[in-house]
């Protein structure tokens, strides 16, 4: 919790107006387990950047536990984004940012892990609060926490339900909605966390290098 606190504190430095490369990652677990999650459960993440994708796998090292989701899956999704040919500009994370009980949810531990400015993009807040936007393409409304906007809906794609994109390490709420619409084409979701969270469901039916 010391830790999330100085990472909620801290000032890195602010994301170009246009990042050369915008990068995702996402972590999914073995099917059937019971309960939220266990420390020990395999996993699998994948991450993708400027057409390459690459994958990794293990035991998640800690339980399911809301406000440290940082500690169960951040592992994982480190070693995807290591595994890349080159670390992307801006990485985006399924998971929560600045909108967190503490100011740091995983998208931002990640950021400040890598070096690399973060956005979260997740189906919906965690504490922060705001009502959706126009049903028009690139609308967005605010979401917030404390009386600060921490994020925005954001309506990627008229007729569908809006994305709830954090602000994290390094960018601001509104970056992060630019970094998003930068990063989204014909779906309602960006491409590079499609394409991470596909080479990582790919690998978990594979039973790449499955956990014993």
């Known amino acids: 919790m010391r830790n999330q606190q100085e990472l909620a504190?801290?000032?890195p430095e602010a994301l170009p107006s246009e990042p050369s490369s915008i990068g995702g990652c996402f972590?999914?677990?073995e099917r059937g387990g019971s309960g939220p999650g266990h420390a020990g459960d395999a996993g699998w993440s994948g991450a993708a950047a400027g057409g390459s994708t690459a994958v990794a796998h293990?035991?998640?090292?800690?339980?399911?536990a809301p406000g440290l989701l940082a500690l169960r899956e951040g592992p994982l999704l480190e070693?995807?984004?290591r595994a890349l040919p080159r670390l992307p500009r801006v990485l985006l994370v399924n998971a929560t940012?600045?909108?967190?009980?503490r100011g740091a949810g995983l998208a931002v531990h990640l950021g400040a892990v890598l070096d690399v400015a973060t956005v979260g993009v997740t189906h919906r807040p965690l504490l922060a609060a705001g009502g959706w936007p126009e049903d028009q393409d690139g609308a967005t409304a605010p979401l917030v926490l404390d009386r600060m906007?921490?994020?925005y809906w954001l309506r990627t794609r008229h007729g569908t339900r809006p994305v709830a994109v954090h602000a994290a390490w390094g960018t601001s709420?509104?970056?992060a909605v630019a970094v998003v619409l930068a990063a989204t084409s014909s779906k309602r979701t960006p491409e590079p966390i499609r394409a991470a969270r596909a080479a990582a469901r790919e690998?978990?039916?594979r039973g790449d290098a499955r956990p014993r």
Do not use: L, N
């Open 27 to 29: 972590v999914c677990f």
């Open 149 to 151: 906007i921490v994020g």
């Open 79 to 81: 070693a995807a984004v």
């Open 173 to 175: 709420a509104e970056s």
């Open 58 to 64: 293990g035991e998640a090292p800690a339980p399911y």
């Open 9 to 11: 504190a801290a000032v």
């Open 203 to 205: 690998a978990r039916a």
């Open 97 to 101: 940012g600045r909108d967190h009980p």
